[in-house]
């Protein structure tokens, strides 16, 4: 239940509190003040008081004696006058009473029965899964966000949370069709139950459990069961599921075994890292400095530690620069690249890696001593394991780096939660203090795995349209053929296999580098893909040569982190590739390949591909 709904629920709760309050003290001070104005004494005034809380005799019945007053405006034997104006407010508060204590406590019942049972029947338009960390913060993205941002999906949109810790449902426009519902698990073991019952529709997926194994689990189980009853034909272009891991390797593994053209895995750790690059190139910051290649500190080797250094060699290398050079702070250093090298044993052909064991922020772990200070530092990215540790540790770091002259050196520090960074910066007093900024924050990761949002994708398929228009008729795939091993790559973007989608994307998260050595990036340009069909780029022999070379390394790059190693002859089995060598060593056909990437590249920027028809 989000803030918002939470208050409304408890002022709905103290508003019926307060009416019951006003009609009991109302009935009571009425009903005393009228039976003492026919001289009953005070104990019996206030049982015949009591009385006005229920159907009691004594205001049904006619006058028996002077001590039985009616309700119905007769006199009684005595000729007493009528039953004065206290008794007879005591009587319909009294009443009233009554009524609203046994309507307001049902309310809330039928109200939420009543509720389930309209969830149960209306159509969803997104659906969150899971009791993860980013299902809160979706729900928040949906509710901040206004209607026209919210891309691909209908203006009186009705979301869905299962997994949640308790039942809610906003209360305004409910009834008109639009409303943010949250559900528990029906039995928390067996999720398909729920499934069945609520998760037959939704356009729009997003799955997020406390473990990545929980979270491939119910995807999965969704995936399977949307695809076992939903038997149209353009179902799977209706549906987009994504679901969020946490570790790199596991997503990439789980895309390769388990995606398809309806889910996706991603890890919040690439995802946080690669928006943080475009917004911020690494390179243009070390060139600022007038350093001739990016010189990185990493404070913490976990999974965004590793993230960052895996852009790094992958997305970040541009002409003119040499060999990165990265150095990790970690107290478990040693331990962690030994790790790394198990998945990426050519690692150290990538970047040249310092490790500097120890730790800032906690008092049990030594920092390392201030002469182990980098030289030459143009990006410090603190990544810690919770929010806390980030914090403890960011006033360390920078009197590290102060200490050694690294004053303006910018630092990028990941947090889950974006507003913990400006309460921290306005309380240092230092001006001169080196620029800070957040990322990886839930809310900017899901903005980037294109949840909500299924033209997340389009530079990629643009791509891959180009590389599909490019390929001669006869060995083109076309609708209604079968796929074979010489066709499956120019199929459909929304049929294509895993590698060949994470291949594409790989080749669009370079363009900044590209656009960055011919000169071409300039500082607002953070989008994926940005616009030069207003100026196209047009490239001579030698910068094709050059964007070539660059597009090479970026392969290799990209298949060393994956695992690839070096070898004479390729063998796909063994994880080796023969051209693992210098771009100007390879033959012209080679050569050939590269050059067709940037080229199609070319054409994507320059607004000269052929648009997707799907």
Not at 77 to 99: C, E, H, M, S, Y
Not at 137 to 160: C, E, F, G, T, Y
Not at 403 to 412: E, K, L, T, W
Not at 587 to 609: A, F, H, P, S, W
Request: charge should be neutral.
């Amino acid at each position: 239940m989000d803030f918002e709904q939470a208050g409304k629920e408890r002022v709905y709760q103290i508003v019926k509190l307060v009416v019951t309050c006003v009609l009991v003290v109302v009935t009571v001070v009425c009903g005393y003040k009228g039976w003492r104005e026919y001289n009953i004494d005070h104990l019996e005034s206030m049982y015949r008081t009591i009385g006005a809380f229920e159907f009691d005799e004594i205001y049904l019945t006619e006058p028996e004696d002077d001590t039985r007053l009616s309700w119905f405006g007769e006199a009684n034997k005595d000729n007493r006058p009528d039953v004065n104006i206290w008794l007879q407010i005591a009587r319909l508060t009294g009443v009233g009473t009554l009524f609203a204590a046994v309507i307001l406590t049902l309310s809330g019942f039928l109200s939420e029965n009543w509720k389930r049972f309209w969830i149960k029947l209306r159509k969803k338009d997104i659906l969150i899964l899971g009791s993860g960390p980013f299902t809160k913060d979706a729900m928040a993205l949906i509710a901040n966000s206004p209607d026209k941002k919210l891309k691909n999906v209908k203006r009186r949109h009705k979301v869905l949370h299962l997994g949640a810790s308790s039942f809610s449902c906003s209360q305004s426009s409910f009834f008109l069709g639009k409303y943010r519902a949250t559900l528990p698990w029906a039995d928390p073991d067996l999720p398909e139950i729920t499934l069945r019952t609520h998760a037959r529709s939704g356009r729009h997926v997003l799955v997020s459990e406390e473990e990545d194994s929980e979270t491939i689990e119910l995807a999965t189980k969704l995936r399977d069961m949307r695809k076992k009853h939903d038997t149209s034909s353009s179902w799977s272009r209706t549906l987009t599921i994504t679901a969020i891991l946490r570790d790199a390797r596991l997503a990439e593994d789980a895309n390769l075994n388990w995606s398809d053209d309806v889910l996706s895995f991603v890890d919040s750790s690439s995802l946080a890292v690669r928006r943080l690059h475009r917004q911020h190139p690494p390179f243009r910051q070390a060139k600022g400095f007038g350093h001739d290649r990016i010189n990185a500190l990493i404070v913490g080797f976990g999974d965004m530690g590793k993230a960052v250094a895996g852009d790094l060699a992958m997305n970040c290398a541009v002409d003119g620069f040499q060999k990165q050079k990265i150095t990790v702070v970690d107290p478990h250093v040693n331990a962690r690249t030994e790790a790394l090298k198990l998945r990426s044993p050519e690692y150290n052909e990538l970047f040249e890696l310092e490790r500097l064991p120890g730790a800032f922020g906690w008092g049990d772990i030594p920092p390392p001593s201030s002469t182990n200070v980098p030289e030459k530092v143009s990006a410090v990215y603190v990544c810690l394991s919770d929010d806390t540790s980030a914090l403890a540790a960011l006033s360390d770091v920078r009197i590290w780096l102060q200490r050694s002259g690294h004053i303006q050196v910018p630092i990028f520090v990941h947090l889950r939660h974006a507003a913990l960074l400006k309460k921290f910066d306005d309380k240092q007093p230092d001006e001169n203090a080196a620029p800070l900024y957040v990322f990886g924050d839930r809310t900017s990761i899901l903005e980037e795995s294109g949840f909500l949002n299924p033209d997340a994708d389009k530079e990629a398929r643009r791509i891959h349209a180009a590389y599909c228009a490019g390929v001669p008729e006869a060995e083109r795939w076309k609708r209604g053929e079968t796929v074979t091993k010489n066709n499956e790559s120019t199929v459909s973007w929304f049929d294509l296999k895993p590698k060949y989608k994470a291949s594409t994307r790989a080749v669009v998260d370079h363009i900044h580098a590209k656009l960055f050595s011919l000169d071409k990036l300039s500082g607002d340009m953070v989008e994926k893909c940005p616009d030069f069909s207003k100026n196209p780029i047009v490239l001579d022999e030698a910068d094709m040569d050059n964007q070539a070379r660059l597009e090479h390394d970026r392969f290799i790059a990209e298949r060393r982190w994956a695992g690839w190693r070096a070898a004479e002859t390729k063998n796909a089995d063994l994880l080796l590739h023969n051209c693992f060598i210098p771009y100007d060593q390879l033959d012209e056909k080679t050569q050939g390949y590269d050059k067709e990437i940037v080229e199609r590249v070319m054409k994507v920027l320059n607004g000269e591909y052929p648009k997707p028809s799907d």
